[in-house]
């Protein structure tokens, strides 16, 4: 049934204005939270997130007392103005008018409120950067709210991502009086949903360009943000959930066995990071004349620094100045409907006894 039929009737009505305990206690809100984005594409502006995002305990676990002093002293000095050039060569693509991956936050955010209904309210945040999920948090406990739930905009959990999202989830909790009733999404890489949105968005550009020919060396890359080897071997699940993906598409695509190559991007410091690297797999293909690339980015559910400029500008470079042919980036997520699709499903399976379904 249609899930906006029936929340109407579920929830009680608020009292305008009121904010104090049990007014609108059973008022349900859902909040995605994706990484973040700095607010303009300058310096001054990526300085503060930059380092909001490095002092994470659960991004970087060396101590503070031995980081910060690097931080600080070599990071921060230097690294804001280059990765400030890298957003301004994405900046207000695809549609957005400033940061792609706020742009698609909230085109996400808007449309699953429509498929949901009135009577849940839905909202954004950024773990590191604006709008804080703590900022979030207090203001739709203070309109009432005492049902949320958080989806981290990752399909396979890391410490590092989804992880680092419940962090921050339970400070706030730790630090309420009157708590709220939450929820979170911890992870959906096996999803048939999802698996099917990723599959969607490949056979559609399929329709146009001609399904890969795998037997000729042709390949898909499936690329994922890389994480430290040291988490994995400290028992970070992700590299098994971003396989275990990898795998799912393979077989609902029917990608003979080698013919889909799943990579990993995004690595950073001099740390030995989970492989193979993605620009090292790309610039291989090239090396050894293959024809085609297609690439899709599954860990990515809206397009951002790490598509549009690592993947689709700097890959591409690698891979065609290497000797390669037709390298395509292949956008699955953001405002396509597949992907909304799963996204609403995700959401209403953790609704359940919060709302009639």
Request: aromatic share 8%; hydrophobic share 40%.
């Amino acid at each position: 049934m249609d899930l906006s039929q029936h929340v109407a009737g579920c929830l009680p009505s608020r009292t305008p204005g009121a904010g104090v305990a049990g007014v609108g206690a059973a008022g349900v809100a859902v909040v995605l939270v994706n990484l973040g984005t700095p607010e303009e594409p300058t310096a001054a502006a990526v300085r503060p997130y930059l380092r909001e995002f490095l002092t994470d305990r659960r991004v970087i676990e060396t101590h503070p007392l031995l980081w910060r002093p690097i931080l600080e002293g070599a990071i921060l000095p230097r690294r804001p103005a280059d990765s400030a050039e890298k957003y301004a060569s994405i900046w207000g693509t695809g549609g957005a008018e400033g940061s792609p991956l706020l742009y698609w936050t909230e085109r996400q955010r808007d449309l699953l409120a429509e498929e949901l209904g009135g009577g849940i309210e839905v909202r954004f945040a950024m773990r590191y950067g604006s709008p804080s999920l703590r900022s979030v948090l207090d203001e739709i406990h203070a309109g009432g709210v005492r049902r949320v739930l958080v989806v981290p905009m990752y399909p396979q959990y890391s410490a590092t991502s989804a992880g680092t999202v419940i962090d921050e989830l339970a400070r706030w909790t730790l630090a309420a009086r009157d708590q709220m009733e939450m929820r979170t999404l911890r992870s959906f890489p096996d999803s048939p949903a999802y698996i099917e949105a990723l599959a969607a968005a490949l056979e559609g550009h399929w329709d146009e360009a001609g399904r890969p020919n795998f037997e000729g060396g042709e390949r898909v890359v499936a690329s994922f943000h890389s994480i430290p080897l040291a988490m994995h071997e400290a028992g970070d699940p992700y590299r098994g959930e971003c396989e275990l993906t990898g795998s799912l598409l393979r077989e609902r695509l029917e990608i003979p066995e080698g013919g889909l190559i799943v990579t990993y991007q995004s690595v950073f410091g001099r740390a030995e990071w989970i492989g193979p690297a993605t620009i090292e797999t790309v610039g291989e293909l090239g090396e050894s004349g293959c024809a085609r690339v297609d690439v899709v980015c599954p860990g990515f559910a809206a397009d951002c620094l790490e598509t549009l400029e690592e993947i689709d500008i700097l890959n591409r470079e690698e891979f065609t100045g290497r000797g390669g042919g037709e390298f395509h980036y292949v956008p699955w997520a953001n405002d396509r409907a597949p992907w909304i699709a799963a996204l609403v499903g995700e959401v209403e399976a953790r609704l359940g006894g919060w709302v009639a379904l």
